[in-house]
């Protein structure tokens, strides 16, 4: 799982590699630069820290201090397979980050710890903006194929919070279905991206 989830609930039994957000693990993500290097190394995999600035438009500076941080708090370790002499690599713990309730982090009575939730989830809903406007941008480079199997779709239904969250749960079971069925490297498959955001609107 090369994403954050946050929410609706607990991650499927099963479900490999993911690592669930604690309070302290909290703090160390949230900051923008972490995500991004985060997700950079869960998608494209192990990097050095100058090759990851080159990337990002960092410096290497940041993402050499914000790797080290990321790996005080488990997100990341050395790959010591790749390194050559001081040249250092990285890679990701993890294939995933979750969150069992982000309600219990956003309630918390800890302001710190409120005010990383709305760090990490500002970030994750500027990371999927950024995804799908880069799809705009490149859907031309695209085989015909991909463009007819693409959506980019809302919808709007009168639900209880109790059917929102049963709603929600049974769309991530569906997607955890499709795990895994295509193997790496199968000609004409790519890595999709799906979001899904649920959340309340006012009526009037």
């Not at 494209?44 to 941080?69: I, K, M, N, V």
């Not at 250092?88 to 969150?99: D, L």
């Not at 880069?134 to 695209?142: A, E, V």
Request: glycine share 8%; net charge negative; hydrophobic share 35%.
């Amino acid at each position: 799982m090369a994403e954050n989830e946050a929410g609706p609930g607990d991650t499927p039994a099963g479900t490999p590699n993911i690592h669930m957000v604690n309070a302290r693990t909290l703090r160390g993500l949230a900051h923008p630069l972490r995500l991004r290097l985060l997700n950079t190394l869960r998608e494209f995999g192990p990097a050095t820290a100058s090759s990851l600035a080159d990337r990002l438009g960092e410096s290497s500076g940041a993402t050499s201090y914000h790797l080290r941080q990321l790996a005080s708090y488990g997100f990341v370790v050395d790959d010591p397979e790749r390194g050559k002499g001081r040249e250092r690599w990285w890679k990701a713990v993890h294939m995933g980050t979750a969150f069992n309730s982000t309600a219990d982090f956003l309630r918390d009575p800890d302001p710190e710890i409120r005010g990383a939730m709305g760090v990490v989830m500002h970030e994750i809903a500027g990371l999927h903006t950024q995804e799908l406007n880069t799809w705009l941008g490149t859907l031309h480079d695209w085989p015909e194929a991909w463009l007819r199997s693409s959506d980019l779709s809302d919808f709007k239904v009168r639900l209880t919070p109790e059917l929102s969250l049963e709603m929600a749960e049974k769309v991530h079971d569906l997607i955890e279905s499709y795990r895994d069925r295509v193997p790496e490297g199968t000609e004409g498959s790519a890595l999709v991206r799906t979001h899904l955001h649920v959340f309340p609107r006012p009526t009037d």
